[in-house]
């Protein structure tokens, strides 16, 4: 999935680099390689890339990364594939 850019600046993941352990369970769980680590910690290498599934915030354990999961184009890609008519928010 390398190379997928959403709008860019929009994403809401946020990564407290603080509380981040090192366990690398974000980057092994997200589908487009938004994290890498850096300096011994998860790092958002590529936030654009991000379609706010939430798989990350659900799996880190330590609660360091925060993310609306539901929105944008996430909602979108399942909504569509789940048959929904309104798959995405930004048509009528």
Same mark, same amino acid.
């Given at each position: 999935?390398?190379?997928?850019?959403?709008? !860019?600046?929009?994403?809401?993941?946020?990564?407290? !680099?603080?509380?981040?352990?090192?366990? /690398?369970?974000?980057? @092994?769980?997200?589908?487009?390689?938004?994290?890498?680590?850096?300096? /011994?910690?998860?790092?958002?290498?590529?936030?654009?890339?991000?379609?706010? $599934?939430?798989? $990350?915030?659900?799996?880190? #354990?330590?609660?360091?990364?925060?993310? @609306?999961?539901?929105?944008?184009?996430?909602?979108?890609?399942?909504?569509? #594939?789940?048959? !929904?008519?309104?798959?995405?928010?930004?048509?009528?």
């Amino acid at each position: 999935m390398n190379g997928l850019s959403y709008l !860019r600046n929009v994403v809401t993941l946020q990564l407290d !680099r603080e509380k981040c352990v090192a366990c /690398g369970t974000c980057e @092994d769980v997200c589908p487009h390689d938004v994290f890498a680590s850096m300096d /011994g910690k998860s790092t958002i290498c590529n936030s654009d890339a991000c379609m706010e $599934c939430g798989a $990350c915030a659900l799996n880190c #354990a330590p609660g360091a990364i925060m993310v @609306d999961s539901g929105v944008g184009c996430a909602a979108a890609v399942i909504n569509a #594939a789940l048959g !929904r008519s309104d798959a995405c928010c930004c048509t009528e």
